[in-house]
């Protein structure tokens, strides 16, 4: 089963996602890219996975286009806010679908905040994905 997760940066949410889908089942290939890949992982994306027990420091920042020609069995956007417009992938798909996170790396305030809400969106993706793969990936 292979899944491609997608953003526009490709350095915090499809990373987070990417890592507790791969977590779920190691047996799945999957894979994350972005429309304007930053070309780096958010560090505090990475730190928040590492407090869940999930490494993501060796991800790469890939941009879409090298994935364009592979078949995938689904391409899940990630984007959120009405302000963000969620890429588009052209490639082989049999399965698209969008499960939306607000996106943490815009948050202003304080430290705690800032920290606060990349632990609250890192859960929800959690529990986001997680539906995913017990309603159509597990023991299928």
């Not at 070309?39 to 890939?62: F, P, Q, W, Y």
């Not at 996106?103 to 859960?123: A, L, M, Q, T, Y």
Request: aromatic share 10%; net charge negative; with cysteine.
């Amino acid at each position: 089963m292979k899944i491609l997760i997608l953003c526009t940066g490709n350095s915090c949410r499809s990373q987070m996602a990417h890592g507790w889908l791969q977590s779920f089942d190691p047996s799945l290939i999957v894979c994350s890219a972005g429309t304007q890949a930053s070309g780096k992982l958010n560090e505090k994306a990475v730190a928040v996975m590492r407090e869940a027990g999930i490494d993501i420091s060796h991800h790469t920042s890939d941009p879409v286009e090298k994935y364009l020609n592979e078949e995938w069995d689904y391409v899940i956007t990630v984007c959120g806010g009405a302000n963000e417009s969620c890429p588009a992938f052209f490639g082989k798909v049999k399965h698209r679908l969008h499960i939306g996170f607000d996106d943490p790396s815009h948050v202003v305030g304080s430290d705690d905040f800032i920290w606060s809400e990349f632990r609250r969106v890192r859960d929800e993706i959690k529990e986001g994905f997680y539906t995913f793969y017990v309603e159509n990936i597990k023991g299928k």
